[in-house]
Nanobody, 125 residues
Framework: QVQLVESGGGLVQAGASLRLSCAASGLNLSNYAMGWFCRRPGKEREFVAAISWSGGSTYYADSVKGRFTISRDNANDMLYLQMSSLKPEDTAVYYC??????????????????WGQGTQVTVSS
């Protein structure tokens, strides 16, 4: 059974940093492109960042470019999101997701086959 478990969320002040982790089990992570999405209060889930199977290619939403960094450790089946210079508008539940096809539509929900349960990030002003 595939499981993705996020951790590392919390309550921080604006300008702080957080590192989210996503532990994968039940799959060979190196066969999957991975992504991070977030759902802000009252909003639809939206794309944050994605990374290719090897980690050689990364993609970011414009709102997080230069502040967030996605990375992966295939040997340990881990995905990370380093979040810096956090803003109140980053407040959301953050989800990791795995895509077997790793296609061009990495920024859409439909591209992903497995999802974690989410971790809450709250940024106070």
């Amino acid at each position: 059974q595939v499981q993705l478990v996020e951790s590392g969320g919390g309550l921080v002040q604006a300008g702080a940093s957080l590192r989210l982790s996503c532990a994968a089990s039940g799959l060979n992570l190196s066969n999957y492109a991975m992504g991070w999405f977030c759902r802000r209060p009252g909003k639809e889930r939206e794309f944050v960042a994605a990374i290719s199977w090897s980690g050689g290619s990364t993609y970011y939403a414009d709102s997080v470019k230069g502040r967030f960094t996605i990375s992966r450790d295939n040997a340990n089946d881990m995905l990370y999101l380093q979040m810096s210079s956090l803003k109140p508008e980053d407040t959301a539940v953050y989800y990791c997701a795995a895509s077997y096809s790793g296609g061009s539509y990495y920024y859409t929900d439909d591209e992903y086959d497995h999802w974690g349960q989410g971790t809450q990030v709250t940024v106070s002003s």
